[in-house]
């Protein structure tokens, strides 16, 4: 025979229900305290399972359940379940304001605004993180007012990089809207620097330069991120934080590329290379030897850069990073054309083909497609120049670039072989297209067609309906029906009714148990408030990024590998490098007597870095 279940809480008399209340609180505390050690101690998967006990115990204390629902949050977003992390931080946000706790409010709001930066919603975490900073002005709370302000600026920084990402545009020459968004991003790291001074907090203040040197360094601002990126690295020595000093040796190297110093950014990136020994990070390595590969080619240092490029395809190999090891192979063949090796140069080229195959960069395969058939041609393998033209192109011209007609093969007048550009040209709409829309246009006008009304039928009444509309523009007041009103108030009370049933309830929220002791700490469901127009501004902020999230998504970037910097700006380099070189090209028609006459003279050697 089952065992009879044990009596709800309100069945027990007065002490009982106590006692057992007593009991429930203990635990749910308990729970959400190891949950807490363990989250502290860095398994945050243990500790989302004790706090998710701790919610399913429940608590009266609207403290604790706000504190639990932040953590559950914050745990949740360190395991990158960002849906889930905001998911407990609109709990915690609804439950602030149903509190009336002010300072709580301002915590989640501020929790949301990263969440949302992370899932790239930049609109929505803007407004969340706006108001974390408004609530920490109200209350005088300064650091919370340095927190928000820093948060805005990262919202903005990662808004304003991912439009460049976007764009493929190079440092200094961005579309307005992308500049006018980094110049906000600069402006509250601005604000959150004084505040942090004010503050004295040094380890605040080297995020802050590290930040204002990238957001300077994107708007093309070298010399003054190589100013902010001194102070950063200063800041690191000061506080031993190696991680630190290796970005901000990296970031420095960066800058005085585009500066034209790269003997001076061959010792940053050595140092670079130095500490992520130190710090035992592979792909750390791999990527200052990247760096250093290239920045040797811009010196023509080219045995130097083989060297670097060689340890940084060993070091891809071993961390099996197929985007890194695709990179260093073009760069080694392009180092070992400089260098008068067309052979070893074009065992690499084959091998970046075949990575490029594998993981789907059709960019690296065109580009790796065109170079191997040049240094076939060079090495004297295929038998006219006319078969070197033959290989499968299909899409390189439509991307950007411009396959060129070697007049003289030799190593002389080789180019440096470069990647496409992620450019699109605009092509004519196919005979298929333009029937399509023929279809279409018919179809379409068949339906107004159905539409219409008959003419025939009211042409008796023309004139008189003619003023009949007369007298009504001139007399607005009069055209207006005696049920108008009642149809806007019937059209208002249900958009109400509308409104009310998407509202989030308190009683909804999971964990929270609604007792004598703390209902009257929340606010009534049907406490009447007029919405302000603070109100109506962020709603139009979250419909306009509700219709950016349906906008169609950008064509793929390129794969990225671990071994290869996030901020590859030696493909900025070649961008202009190709620029350059297209500026140099000699019209064939023009120089067809030239040819004649005798080979041309070979152009002047512009260096490339050897980045896609």
């Known amino acids: 025979m089952a065992a009879p279940a044990p009596p709800a809480a309100e069945e027990l008399p007065g002490p009982a229900t106590r006692r057992l209340h007593s009991r429930m609180e203990a635990s749910c505390l308990e729970l959400a305290l190891e949950g807490e050690r363990l989250c502290k101690a860095g398994d945050f998967k243990a500790g989302v399972a004790f706090f998710e006990a701790a919610v399913q115990v429940g608590t009266e204390d609207l403290k604790t359940l706000s504190a639990i629902y932040s953590q559950l949050g914050n745990a949740y977003f360190y395991l990158k379940e960002y849906s889930r992390a905001l998911q407990f931080h609109k709990h915690d946000l609804l439950l602030a304001r149903t509190i009336g706790d002010r300072m709580g409010e301002a915590k989640a709001s501020g929790n949301l605004g990263n969440t949302l930066k992370v899932l790239g919603r930049f609109d929505e975490a803007v407004v969340c993180c706006q108001r974390h900073l408004d609530i920490a002005q109200e209350q005088g709370d300064k650091v919370g007012e340095a927190r928000a302000l820093y948060n805005i600026g990262n919202v903005y920084h990662a808004k304003g990089k991912q439009l460049c990402w976007n764009t493929a ?50 708007l093309g601002n070298f010399t003054e991120a190589t100013t902010f990126h001194k102070e950063r690295l200063a800041i690191a020595k000061e506080f031993g934080d190696k991680a630190a000093e290796r970005r901000a040796y990296s970031n420095l190297g960066n800058a005085h590329v585009f500066l034209g110093r790269f003997d001076v950014a061959t010792e940053y990136y050595k140092k670079t290379l130095q500490l992520s020994r130190q710090l035992r990070d592979q792909a750390v390595e791999a990527q200052a030897c990247y760096s250093l590969g290239n920045t040797y080619t811009l010196l023509q240092d080219y045995e130097r850069a083989a060297e670097y490029h060689l340890r940084h395809l060993l070091i891809a190999q071993e961390l099996a990073d197929r985007v890194g090891e695709g990179r260093a192979c073009w760069s080694l063949g392009n180092t070992y054309v400089s260098m008068g090796s067309p052979a070893q140069a074009l065992t690499f080229a084959k091998k970046h083909l075949q990575i490029s195959q594998e993981i789907g960069d059709r960019s690296g395969e065109l580009t790796a497609r065109m170079n191997v058939a040049q240094l076939q041609l060079a090495l004297g393998r295929l038998s006219t120049p006319a078969a070197a033209e033959k290989p499968d192109l299909a899409g390189y011209e439509a991307q950007g670039a411009r396959p060129k007609r070697t007049q003289r093969l030799s190593a002389e007048a080789w180019d440096l072989l470069r990647l496409p550009l992620e450019r699109a040209v605009p092509r004519a709409p196919s005979s298929d297209e333009e029937c399509f829309f023929d279809l279409l246009t018919k179809f379409q006008s068949s339906r107004m067609d159905d539409q219409r009304c008959p003419l025939e039928e009211g042409q008796l009444g023309a004139a008189e309906a003619a003023a009949t509309l007369e007298e009504q523009a001139a007399h607005p007041a009069m055209t207006a029906s005696p049920q108008t009103e009642e149809f806007f108030d019937l059209i ?121």
Do not use: W
Request: one cysteine or more.
């Open 169 to 218: 545009q190079d440092p200094g020459h961005l579309p307005p809207d992308v500049r006018e968004t980094l110049r906000r991003a600069s402006e509250f790291y601005e604000r959150n620097l004084c505040v942090v001074k004010e503050l004295g907090d040094r380890a605040a203040q080297g995020r802050a330069y590290g930040n204002l040197g990238n957001t300077h360094y994107l």
């Open 492 to 612: 208002a009370s249900s958009q109400s009714r509308r409104l009310d049933d998407q509202r989030a309830s308190v009683g909804s929220l999971p964990g929270l148990r609604i007792t004598h002791n703390n209902v009257g700490h929340l606010r009534g469901d049907g406490d009447p408030q007029e919405p302000g127009d603070e109100f109506f501004n962020m709603l139009i902020k979250y419909q306009s990024s509700r219709i950016d999230d349906q906008r169609c998504p950008p064509p793929d970037v390129l794969p990225r590998g671990p071994t290869v910097p996030d901020e590859d700006f030696f493909s900025l380099i070649q961008r202009v490098q190709a620029k350059r070189m297209d500026e140099q090209r000699v019209d064939l028609a023009a120089s067809t007597q030239q040819d004649a006459g005798g080979p041309p003279e070979p152009q002047q050697q512009q260096c490339q870095p050897g980045a896609s």
